[in-house]
């Protein structure tokens, strides 16, 4: 037998064969796609014409033009506070279901979670705007209650709608693995701090907490990276101040029809955001290092 | 003591009213006699169910995306069941980062997925059709449906592959005989999630409907029609409880394959 044959009947071999339909697929799909949108936003378009030749033209617009420059400072920080109110609402409800709950209910507990998540996202996001509208529920119910005299207007077409609207949908997302990470946390750790005299709340950051920081950034990058790509909420629930960059890569692809500017947005966008990210990874590692 | 647990059990009430608000207000909406989506509530009634059933264009968007999420949901299982296999049961070169870059669309912003596959089929001369929509679809329930499927083919014993194999079996019908049925249950469940993700999602639709719109996309049209809104909870009532009955289902073969290869239980999807 030659290598060749040894090789191919192989375990190495039959794995790469049974996985090349799904990783051509994706080949296609996604890389070739990505790699087109990376090329064309180095052209340039004006009206229907597009001119093939490199030009570095769509980036300089899209890092020094005020307007999309502020964009995507809005979109950042709207993400980032997204991204905090979503781990920091998950947090106690993973707790709650990893240390409060009995073994059994757990799954039922984790579907009751996920079930609001299966309500149409469109759908979902409209009734946020009836929950917070002028003549809304929360409207409705402080001044039947007395609270307040006239209707409340900041809460609806402004970020703080649209930071409340994406958290809502978003907010499964980051229970589930902050969860994960915290049922795998060894509970005779925990224990072992008991007995050394730590009270609860040093118990839990100077144990829980570390150990399950890996949840924590799991369901950071899974909340944080999609919603800098969310057009719908902005549009629906943000009102003129409260539109972010995928709207406007959104109205280059469409309206606008500068696929190449979209493009150069839409990637400025992603090396931003995986910036961020990777910089939090970072940081959060020095964190549990020294925690340790 | 007492009193922090207090303070722990409303904050989960709390926070479960605040995730189930839009759930719970779909029906009540859906029920509610009066053109105006807003309280108070002017009485029950069933009108904006009987609505829907005179609608020709809703009719036309609910088979076009039935047939995408059909055709979405068979695709995705067929590669899941491929890739799952292939990462849980053999180590080959890169796996790693293979497997990794197949689950990239997981964490991948939508809009980034519709942008790059609208701006291929521009290119390529191709013409935008329900096509376009699957393709896309495919690519991001794929990832769900590995996530699914791994944990089936994870729990399968190989001894009974090996037993198979002893017994004079072919690997095709040990993969047909033995494989497929302890982790059918594990299908059956990819199936049903990847045609609920494909049924609901707009962001990628939107972007690569031509001229036939799916359910999502017809909804966003309405959503700018004060006098459609009414109607459009009741679509959503009827769309809610399909999505819950779907998801029970699956969640029900899911804990029945779990069961099957007998390993504890620990938690639902995703």
């Given at each position: 037998m030659t290598w060749f044959q040894k090789w191919r009947r192989g375990e190495g071999a039959q794995g790469l064969f049974l996985i090349s339909p799904t990783l051509a697929f994706t080949l296609l799909l996604l890389a070739v796609p990505l790699v087109m949108v990376i090329v064309l936003s180095f052209w340039t378009q004006d009206y229907l014409t597009l001119h093939?030749?490199?030009?570095?033209?769509?980036?300089?617009?899209?890092?020094?033009?005020?307007?999309?420059?502020?964009?995507?400072?809005?979109?950042?920080?709207?993400?980032?506070?997204?991204?905090?109110?979503?781990?920091?609402?998950?947090?106690?409800?993973?707790?709650?279901?990893?240390?409060?709950?009995?073994?059994?209910?757990?799954?039922?507990?984790?579907?009751?979670?996920?079930?609001?998540?299966?309500?149409?996202?469109?759908?979902?996001?409209?009734?946020?705007?009836?929950?917070?509208?002028?003549?809304?529920?929360?409207?409705?119910?402080?001044?039947?209650?007395?609270?307040?005299?006239?209707?409340?207007?900041?809460?609806?077409?402004?970020?703080?709608?649209?930071?409340?609207?994406?958290?809502?949908?978003?907010?499964?997302?980051?229970?589930?693995?902050?969860?994960?990470?915290?049922?795998?946390?060894?509970?005779?750790?925990?224990?072992?701090?008991?007995?050394?005299?730590?009270?609860?709340?040093?118990?839990?950051?100077?144990?829980?907490?570390?150990?399950?920081?890996?949840?924590?950034?799991?369901?950071?990058?899974?909340?944080?990276?999609?919603?800098?790509?969310?057009?719908?909420?902005?549009?629906?629930?943000?009102?003129?101040?409260?539109?972010?960059?995928?709207?406007?890569?959104?109205?280059?692809?469409?309206?606008?029809?500068?696929?190449?500017?979209?493009?150069?947005?839409?990637?400025?966008?992603?090396?931003?955001?995986?910036?961020?990210?990777?910089i939090f990874i970072w940081l959060n590692k020095k964190y549990i290092r020294e925690a340790k | 003591m007492l009193r922090k647990g207090h303070i722990f059990k409303w904050y989960i009430g709390i926070f479960l009213v605040f995730l189930y608000a839009p759930a719970i207000l779909l029906p009540v909406f859906a029920f509610n006699d009066s053109s105006i989506v807003s309280f108070p509530l002017k009485g029950f009634t069933t009108k904006w169910f009987a609505v829907l059933q005179t609608n020709e264009t809703l009719h036309v968007a609910v088979g076009n995306s039935l047939m995408i999420a059909v055709t979405t949901a068979l695709f995705s299982t067929l590669f899941g069941v491929l890739a799952a296999r292939a990462s849980t049961r053999f180590v080959f070169p890169a796996r790693r980062s293979i497997m990794g870059f197949i689950m990239l669309p997981m964490v991948l912003p939508e809009i980034i997925i519709g942008v790059s596959l609208l701006v291929v089929i521009i290119q390529m001369g191709f013409e935008l059709s329900l096509w376009s929509i699957i393709l896309g679809h495919i690519l991001i329930c794929t990832p769900f449906c590995i996530a699914i499927l791994s944990s089936a083919f994870m729990n399968l014993d190989q001894s009974l592959e090996?037993?198979?194999?002893?017994?004079?079996?072919?690997?095709?019908?040990?993969?047909?005989?033995?494989?497929?049925?302890?982790?059918?249950?594990?299908?059956?469940?990819?199936?049903?999630?990847a045609f609920t993700i494909s049924l609901d999602e707009f962001i990628i639709a939107f972007f690569l409907a031509g001229t036939e719109p799916t359910l999502p996309v017809y909804i966003w049209g309405q959503l700018r029609f004060p006098a459609k809104l009414p109607s459009l909870m009741a679509l959503g009532t009827i769309l809610l409880v399909l999505s819950i009955s779907l998801l029970l289902v699956a969640d029900y073969f899911r804990r029945r394959g779990i069961r099957k290869t007998g390993i504890e239980n620990t938690g639902g999807f995703l």
């Open positions: 093939r030749t490199f030009s570095l033209e769509n980036y300089r617009t899209a890092w020094t033009e005020p307007m999309y420059q502020y964009l995507m400072a809005r979109s950042l920080k709207i993400s980032m506070l997204v991204t905090a109110m979503t781990v920091l609402l998950a947090y106690p409800v993973a707790y709650f279901i990893s240390f409060r709950v009995s073994p059994k209910r757990k799954a039922m507990w984790i579907f009751l979670i996920t079930i609001p998540f299966w309500t149409s996202y469109l759908m979902r996001i409209f009734l946020w705007k009836v929950i917070l509208g002028y003549n809304g529920v929360v409207n409705g119910s402080l001044m039947g209650l007395g609270v307040i005299e006239q209707p409340l207007s900041f809460i609806l077409y402004n970020q703080n709608a649209v930071v409340l609207t994406l958290a809502h949908a978003w907010v499964p997302f980051a229970i589930l693995p902050i969860f994960v990470a915290l049922e795998r946390v060894d509970r005779s750790l925990i224990e072992a701090a008991e007995d050394l005299g730590d009270t609860k709340w040093r118990r839990f950051l100077r144990v829980t907490l570390p150990l399950s920081m890996p949840g924590v950034i799991a369901a950071t990058i899974i909340v944080f990276i999609p919603t800098i790509g969310d057009y719908v909420t902005p549009r629906l629930v943000g009102g003129p101040n409260g539109l972010m960059i995928a709207n406007m890569i959104e109205l280059q692809f469409k309206k606008a029809n500068d696929a190449p500017l979209g493009a150069a947005l839409a990637i400025s966008a992603m090396i931003i955001v995986t910036c961020v990210a990777l | 090996e037993a198979s194999f002893d017994l004079g079996q072919t690997r095709w019908n040990t993969f047909w005989l033995v494989i497929i049925p302890l982790v059918m249950p594990g299908i059956v469940a990819s199936l049903l999630i």
